[in-house]
């Protein structure tokens, strides 16, 4: 069965950082696409970046760029997106995703 559980979000004051991490299971995330969305109060969802089968990360976000990284852990089966210099606009709900499955979502709030 396939299963991705978001966690890591909080209360975070502007500059601050946080590491979301989504666990996975019942599938390996080194073979297939992964990637982050967000989704912002009264705002569609909308896609961070991703990290394909070879480990490359890519950031589709122009306010990503720069201050957000995806990375995963193979053995713990654990996808990452480390998020630095947080600005009150990074607050929501953030995804994780492999194909048609999504995790329940772990909430960001940054708030000074």
């Known amino acids: 069965q396939v299963q991705l559980v978001e966690s890591g979000g909080g209360l975070v004051q502007p500059g601050g950082s946080l590491r979301l991490s989504c666990l996975c299971s019942?599938?390996?995330?080194k073979s297939w696409l992964m990637e982050w969305y967000r989704q912002a109060p009264g705002k569609q969802r909308e896609?961070?970046?991703?990290?394909?089968?070879?480990?490359?990360?890519?950031n589709y976000s122009e306010t990503m760029k720069g201050r957000f990284t995806i990375s995963r852990d193979n053995a713990k089966n654990t996808l990452y997106l480390q998020m630095n210099n947080l600005t009150a606009e990074d607050t929501g709900l953030y995804y994780c995703?492999?194909?048609?499955?999504w995790g329940q979502g772990t909430q960001v709030t940054v708030v000074s």
């Open positions: 019942g599938f390996s995330i």
């Open positions: 995703r492999q194909h048609d499955f």
């Open positions: 896609l961070l970046g991703m990290m394909s089968t070879d480990g490359t990360d890519k």
